[in-house]
């Protein structure tokens, strides 16, 4: 992960970052876990306050810095959460469940989703113990 903290031409202050983890990810199907290599690059404006954000260039995304304090692993997390793909599956042929039975599994695709091993912040969580 790389963050390079700067100010602009215009004098605000931005943060331009580069990260990239490897994450266990729940296998839609199958419930699994799958590698996958997430990686995120943004550029962010630093806002005293949330009525500035407005004046922020379209290319940076606002960031909220209270008291001074930034809260950066909250914000590393939310650029994880963003980077991460959606619904990710296994190859047919590495997958626990067989593709005959994926009509049928479809239905409770919804329920599924709210599952605790798909929820990507359980991820994150083991993420943060490492650190
Ligand atoms: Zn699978």
């Known amino acids: 992960m790389v ?6 031409l ?4 931005q943060i331009q970052g580069w990260l990239k983890a490897d994450l266990a990810l729940a296998c839609r199907r199958c419930h ?3 590698e996958r290599a997430v990686e995120s690059e943004f550029l962010l404006g630093m806002v005293a306050d949330e009525s500035l954000a407005g004046e ?16 950066l692993l909250a914000l590393v997390e939310d650029e994880l959460i963003l980077s ?23 239905d409770d695709a919804t329920e599924e989703a709210s599952a605790p091993d798909d929820n ?4 994150l969580r083991t993420l943060k113990g490492k650190q």
Do not use: M, T, W
């Open 3 to 8: 963050l390079d903290f700067g100010i602009d």
């Open 32 to 34: 699994a876990p799958i």
């Open 84 to 106: 991460l793909p959606q619904v990710v599956y296994h190859d047919e042929a590495d997958c626990l469940v067989p593709a005959q039975q994926l009509v049928s599994k479809a």
């Open 10 to 13: 215009q004098g605000r202050r």
């Open 120 to 123: 990507p912040f359980a991820v």
């Open 56 to 71: 922020l260039p379209a290319s940076h995304e606002p960031v909220l810095v209270e008291n001074e304090q930034l809260d």
